[in-house]
């Protein structure tokens, strides 16, 4: 047993104000009353944009009869998102009835070394980001697997730790080297090991550009994979700013790893109606 209190990282309750913070409560207290997607939808939740990747992954698994996924945090720095994930995952797993097992993954003393330029590094430099390793276990979950080294080392045994398929993946390793060493180890892998749809979550485009950091990794993969292309979901961030501008910004970042060869990729989705809007004449 663990007595670790699940709760939102301190990162994370420090962007939100005072009253955005009683909101939540409120709102988590009188659960019932309250829709929890509509409430990531119109931002009333801790690292709101993790919550929907992790929303969106649990209906996609639903629809396929898969009762458990994995999400995975490429680069983790001092830890906040897997704290953040350890809450939200509970959040989730209540609303969607859907389990996660949390695998994150960090180099552990900071960026690596690099002298590639696709690497951005007018954006980022050596040792940046350190974890405390021993301070971060401490927070973790016995289920939170921490796995530290290059993730071209560790990624490959993470995705065969068990039967459930990756829901949801956030990419933050910065750099273009490191986002290609983990596209390269999810090219190869085979399509029961992931959702038919599996989210993807980038977090590093700003000031990067199509020919460096992880736009270039994203577009290598896709140049080098016939049956798995990592796409936008089009209109995603205006279509979701109707509730929420910061979506506008936010929903950028969340993508859709296809599987075109999964064979649940064509199970029809049960909230589809909802999207295309019925057109029988009423
Ligand atoms: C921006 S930080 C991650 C922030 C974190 N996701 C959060 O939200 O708090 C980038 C991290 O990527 C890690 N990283 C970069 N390249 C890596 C590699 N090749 N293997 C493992 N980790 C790497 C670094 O150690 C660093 O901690």
Not at 49 to 64: D, M, P
Request: aromatic share 14%; proline share 3%; glycine share 6%.
């Amino acid at each position: 047993m663990t007595n670790i209190k699940v709760s939102p990282s301190g990162q994370s309750k420090g962007f939100v104000s005072n009253t955005k913070k009683f909101s939540i409560a409120f709102r988590n207290i009188f659960r019932r009353f309250f829709d929890y997607k509509s409430d990531v939808l119109m931002g009333y939740e801790y690292r709101p944009h993790y919550a929907l990747c992790l929303l969106l992954a649990a209906e996609g698994a639903k629809k396929i009869g898969v009762k458990s996924l994995k999400v995975f945090e490429i680069g983790c720095a001092g830890g906040s998102g897997l704290i953040d994930l350890q809450y939200l995952t509970k959040q989730v797993q209540s609303y969607t009835g859907i389990n996660f097992e949390i695998h994150g993954f960090d180099y552990g003393i900071g960026m690596p070394p690099s002298d590639d330029v696709r690497d951005c590094l007018y954006l980022w430099q050596e040792g940046e980001y350190p974890m405390d390793i021993d301070k971060l276990k401490a927070k973790l979950l016995s289920s939170t697997q921490l796995h530290i080294g290059d993730v071209a080392n560790t990624l490959n045994s993470a995705c065969s730790m068990s039967e459930s398929p990756i829901g949801v993946i956030f990419f933050d390793v910065d750099y273009y080297t490191s986002t290609k060493s983990a596209l390269d180890i999810l090219s190869l892998l085979p399509s029961k090991a992931l959702l038919p749809r599996t989210i993807s979550y980038f977090d590093d485009f700003l000031f990067t550009s199509d020919y460096s950091g992880e736009l270039l990794a994203i577009n290598e993969f896709n140049q080098i994979s016939c049956d798995r292309k990592i796409s936008r979901i089009p209109h995603l961030s205006s279509y979701l700013s109707l509730k929420w501008q910061n979506w506008i910004y936010l929903g950028e970042k969340i993508f859709y790893m296809h599987s075109f060869n999964h064979n649940q990729y064509s199970i029809m989705d049960i909230d589809a109606d909802k999207v295309k809007g019925r057109l029988d004449l009423t």
